[in-house]
């Protein structure tokens, strides 16, 4: 079992930046992939970007690549998403996921096996 919790969401301006932070407890966290999906209002769940369990790959939703990074320390048992030039349309409730399958995997929500509760970005035009 994990647990996982999202930090860092607020209100920003376009252009601007956020820092999202996903603490994980339980077992053992180097054994997880790891992602970030969003939901907008009245939209449906979607991939952002997720990292392999060492860190070593990491995948990216074509409109947040170049402006998005995801990274994770596993001493810290935590994930990041550093995104910058945020959009308007970035706005949503940003949720960590870690997956026990191989990291290409883990674009995919329903190979998730684990979520946190969400934290809001809200980007003003």
């Known amino acids: 079992q994990v647990q996982l919790v999202e930090s860092g969401g607020g209100l920003v301006q376009a252009g601007g930046s956020l820092r999202l932070s996903c603490a994980a407890s339980?077992?053992?966290?180097?054994?997880?992939?790891m992602a970030w999906f969003r939901q907008a209002p009245g939209k449906e769940r979607e991939f952002v970007a997720a990292i392999t369990r060492n860190g070593g790959i990491t995948y990216y939703e074509d409109s947040v690549k170049g402006r998005f990074t995801i990274s994770r320390d596993n001493a810290k048992n935590t994930v990041y998403l550093q995104m910058n030039m945020l959009k308007p349309e970035d706005t949503g409730v940003y949720y960590c996921a870690a997956s026990e399958r191989r990291g290409a995997l883990a674009r995919d929500d329903s190979n998730m096996d684990y979520w946190g509760k969400g934290t809001l970005v809200t980007v003003s035009s």
């Open positions: 339980g077992r053992t966290f180097s054994s997880y992939a």
